[in-house]
């Protein structure tokens, strides 16, 4: 019922930047977010949080690199990406509870050359 679109992916050299976008159809206000990545042979796996009163959470792997936000207003989630690996090289997914069900955007592939 509630969809989530994601934009924002593509081609970066490594040390470089993405900002990923995930607009929901409807309010998020009341929502924990989250971002997740999926590498080809590989299981996906959470990336970054927020919580529905803005506290954020990051993987290891990408703490210190990545910054989760979200504009409630918009009903918006931004990934802003920042000095991008290629082991950073996968499908991002947007995810979210709407009334208990999961909902998963269609993800937006991020490539990272070396």
């Known amino acids: 019922q509630v969809q989530l679109v994601e934009s924002g992916g593509g081609l970066v050299q490594a040390g470089g930047s993405l900002i990923l976008s995930c607009v929901a159809s409807?309010?998020?206000?009341?929502?924990?977010m989250a971002w997740y990545r999926q590498a080809p042979g590989k299981q996906r796996e959470w990336v970054a949080g927020?919580?529905?009163?803005?506290?954020?959470y990051y993987a290891a792997s990408v703490k210190g690199r990545f910054t989760i936000s979200k504009d409630n207003a918009k009903n918006t989630v931004l990934l802003q990406m920042n000095s991008l690996k290629p082991e950073d090289t996968a499908v991002y997914y947007c995810?979210?509870?709407?009334?208990?069900?999961?909902?998963w955007g269609q993800g937006t592939q991020v490539t990272v050359s070396s």
């Open positions: 927020i919580s529905s009163g803005g506290i954020t």
């Open positions: 995810y979210s509870e709407f009334n208990g069900l999961p909902s």
């Open positions: 409807g309010s998020i206000s009341s929502n924990a």
